[in-house]
């Protein structure tokens, strides 16, 4: 590993700068909003990674038919971009507002942390309105039912630890820390789907827009988590890494009450158990190894404050 430095250094400061400079340019939202739904739709075409399904290995999907599987992949493009579209919004936008209104007191970056949030805030309203868009066209493409799904497990957890906190400082740490991993596993989260050309081009494309946008985020974040981090206490800084790691598995998880409700829309022969045999099996260990890195790269692993002076430096 390269050179190391310390939060409150300078080179955190610069990075944010030179992070802010480039969002002017790199951001989708800076160049002109696109419309996705003129792309040619190809009814053959899936509209989601077979590989990203929880089930793809099952008994009752290897049966299934081609059109029973099309359809299976479409809602599987539905629950995605609802999920971002929540992630966007419960998860990353309310640790964009702590910043913004609320900016830590002591950095002496404190109007470059304002901006790269509100930048981030910018991208993050964008990518909700591209993935309710492809959402809505996929729908009206496929004239398929509407699901009704908001239950997320990822949410829901989001809600309970928060209730659980017991300090003003820990909520605020707690929505930064599910933020920040969010904004480190959205990236794995989207390669897939970013990078799968035979898919239906809308749902690639809008992917792959995000994702390119994702990965500034994760440098963004990890910066500002390093200036962040500076000042806190050895217990807070305990506590932010614990929660960093307890995220993972909320992200990854199979969200299976959403699949219940998909298959209550459609035949889909052998769907109930199906899913009681996925349950919670799922890749979490790729989602785990990336937050394990941004933990080594903020030097948590050590109790130390640190940041490599190369980590995500191309962003
Ligand atoms: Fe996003
Ligand atoms: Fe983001």
Redesign the pocket.
Known sequence: MNAVVQSGDDQVGSMLEKLAKLWKTRAAVNNGLQDYTNLEFEPERHDFSEVLLPFRGHAAWLEASAAQKSKVLSYAWVLYNVKTIYI?TNV?APACEDIIKSPPVTSRNRALLQTVMADAML??AL?TRMSLEACNYIYAMRDIDYLDFSDFNLVKWRARVLDECHAEWQRRLTRFAIACASETL?TDYLKVMAEDSNIQSICHQVTKT?AV??WS?SSVFSFVAADVLADLSEQERRYFRTILLRTVEMFANNELGGWAKAFTLFDFPGAEAMLADTGDSNEVAIYRASVERLIERLGLDAQRVIYSQTAQSGA
């Open positions: 966007e990353v991208d993050e990518h959205i995000h946008d994702e985020h």
